[in-house]
């Protein structure tokens, strides 16, 4: 195998490729040569341009060095290989092609998709919290660990709960922590029970967290309003359950009124309310689930506190508790001693209080990177701040619903109005357009579609969350965008079926996709 440093290849394009149609763009025009559309570049896999052998990078070959390690491979990798200037051409030209928070508003519901201050950014990256090992002896780390500190008493004083675990790493890993410390809390009094009840219109999370912690999962219906149905909630409880999980507000985008009342009924025969709180961006500064009866809560601090997601991560779930969880929270955790200096508690210790953590979620302290960004994010903004955040997200997200309401059915939102997000569904639409084509469509106007077919509770559901970092200018284009798509397909616009037509790749077989991927690259193509 020889090695060949390779001369720069300015298109990310080989001569043995030919011209390079693109192939599947109709195009008014002649196709061009590169296949490129002006700055719409067409960019092929790596495995297309890359060379096995080929590298960037001109080492010595050391004599006898081969011999000399302890494992050898019997195969080359074939992995493809390219100069650096190809390698940063080719992702950076891939990367042209994502869509980004940076670039426009991201309508999906549920998500919380804002802009994340470069400030926050920029304190995640001093160095003294970004380069510090959770191993570190404790006084050399004691800023991060005001910084952790600090951050619990805000959440603390913000829900109006009792203490909070700061270590789950995501909402789902937070749901799973509040539901250990309520199966501990039921344990420790020697009543384990069975059900969690979770609403037909819970995020899928819910449901699947309660199972995972061991409970049998029982649905709770809706009502005709797009809420917990509370008589029938009521009915169902017992002796059996161990708590109720509901979202608030919920992902209809609804605010859940009767939750104090579902608490008092849930506290009345012996069980727990675990309240979902990824919505919370809806009612920060404005609601302390605390003064609900809530017993566990988690925040996703990445989508209520700005911090970047998407992709898979990263996240950060921390846990407010009832005084009635707080014995059983995990380890390990940060506490303010009565010199105000704070320390971490890592072993359970009859002593302190904590020998009935249930366990730990991790095995260090939590998201350090996302904790100093959204500490940065709330006392940047203040508490008067933090209600602005929350009052404008719902301002937004009703000035959607009203400015759509005569175009796009909006099953809930027909008189009253929403909380975070706005609801549609796709009655109305003709020519046997549904959701997707809509959602196809708002590619080609140039958006990342809404969340679609969530929740389950509406037919054809489309969900849209503005954010309340849109301005009014940004908010009339997309609405102009939805207005006109939509418009399309109650006249049955064909067209809209094989949408998108301007993006790099037209409509994908996304069941086929899910159901037989094609995780690896196959020379012969298929
Ligand atoms: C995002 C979200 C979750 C899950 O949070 P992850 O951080 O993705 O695990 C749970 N419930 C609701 C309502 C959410 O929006």
New binding site residues.
Partial sequence: MTETVSKLNPAGWRPEMGPRQHPDHESPVDPTFTGNRALMLEEPLIFEIGKVGETGVDFDRVPGAAAALPFQRSAPLDLPGLSEPETVRHYTRLSRQNYAIDLGLFPLG???MKHNPRLDEKVARMAGFADIHPLQPQQTVRGALEVISQLADWLVQLTGMHSVAMTPK??????LCGLLCIRAALEARGDPREVVLVPES??G??PATAAFAGYRVESIPATAAGRVDFEALQARLGPDVAGVMI?NPN?CGLFEPDLKKIADAVHAVGGFVYC?G??FNAIVGRVRPGDLGVDAM?I?L??TFSTP?GGGGP?S?PVVLSEALTPFAPLPFAARGPDGSVRLIEEEDAADGHSQAFGRMAAFHGQMGMFTRALTYILSHGADGLRQVAEDAVLNANYILRSLDDVLDAPFGKSGSCMHEALFSDAGFAGGLSTIDLAKGLIDEGYHPMTVYFPLVVHGAMLIEPTETESKASLDQFIGAVRSVASRAKAGDESLKSAPHFAPRRRLDETQAARKPVLAWQATGN
Avoid: F, I, M, R
């Avoid at 995501?170 to 749901?175: L, P, Q, T």
């Fill in positions: 549920s998500c919380t995501a909402g789902a890993h937070g749901e819970a995020h999370t819910n979202t992902t979902d990824a919505n988690h996703n990445h989508k997601h996240g779930g």
